[in-house]
Every structure is written in structure tokens, then in C-alpha cells.
């Protein structure tokens, strides 16, 4: 099982990698944050992956605590964009700036989605891999 969850942290990683490079492309300057959790986030992943894939149990913790952690912040973080969202479209702001709003929006809540089952999915095979691992 242990081989199976790797491929779901490395397929998370580049998942990140992507949603940061998404973002830099549509948003440019103002998405040096999701620029930020995506190349960090997806280079911990990957390699939380690799070291899974070798049977290493901290590749595991790794891979767990960053899902964790990121379930955490990009909630926190979709919740303000929605709320910042919400508060340009009562005012009547200019397409431009809702739209790019949106996007980060979106972006970020595609994120939190991945997120929160790569713990789910950690957190229901973690005494599986737990006994496989080293």
C-alpha cells in the first residue's frame, strides 16, 4: 500500500507545482504566494513520494503532515479570497480585478480540494503503510 499512497504524493506535488505555475500565468506579479505553496508545496511532495516509494517511514509523516498542513492553510486562504470575492462583487468593482480574484479563487479552493483527500487518504491507510514502512 505504501507504494500506492507515494504515487499520490508525488502525483500531489505535481499537482502544487502546476496550480503555482496556473497561477503565475493568469495573475502575474500578485501570485507570488500561490507561486510560493506551489513550489514548495510541490517539491515536498515529490519528495515524500520518492522516499515512500523507498519504504522510508518519514516519507509518510512527510507526505502527511504537509496534506495537513496545507488543508489548514489553503482553507484559511480560500475562505479570505471568497470573502474578498464577495465583497468586490456588492461594490460593483471592475471585471479585471473580479476575474483575476475569482481565478485565485478557484486555484486555490482546486488546491484545497487535493488537499484535504490526500490526508483523507493518508489518514485511512496510515496504519497499513505505518506497519509496511521502515
Aim: net charge positive; with cysteine; hydrophobic share 50%.
Amino acid at each position: 500500500m505504501h507504494k500506492n499512497l507515494s504515487y499520490l504524493y508525488a502525483f500531489f506535488g505535481f499537482f502544487l507545482l502546476a496550480c503555482g505555475a496556473v497561477a503565475v500565468d493568469l495573475a502575474g506579479e500578485q501570485a507570488k504566494t500561490a507561486l510560493i505553496t506551489g513550489a514548495a508545496g510541490g517539491l515536498i511532495g515529490l519528495t515524500a513520494g520518492h522516499f515512500l516509494n523507498r519504504g522510508h517511514r518519514w516519507g509518510f509523516i512527510l507526505g502527511t503532515a504537509e496534506a495537513g498542513l496545507l488543508t489548514l492553510l489553503l482553507g484559511w486562504r480560500a475562505t479570505a479570497y471568497f470573502i474578498k470575492l464577495l465583497g468586490m462583487m456588492q461594490q460593483g468593482q471592475e471585471t479585471g480585478n473580479t476575474e483575476t480574484a475569482g481565478m485565485a479563487f478557484l486555484l486555490t479552493t482546486a488546491m484545497l480540494v487535493i488537499a484535504f483527500l490526500t490526508l483523507t487518504v493518508s489518514i485511512m491507510f496510515g496504519k497499513q503503510v505505518l506497519r509496511e514502512t521502515k
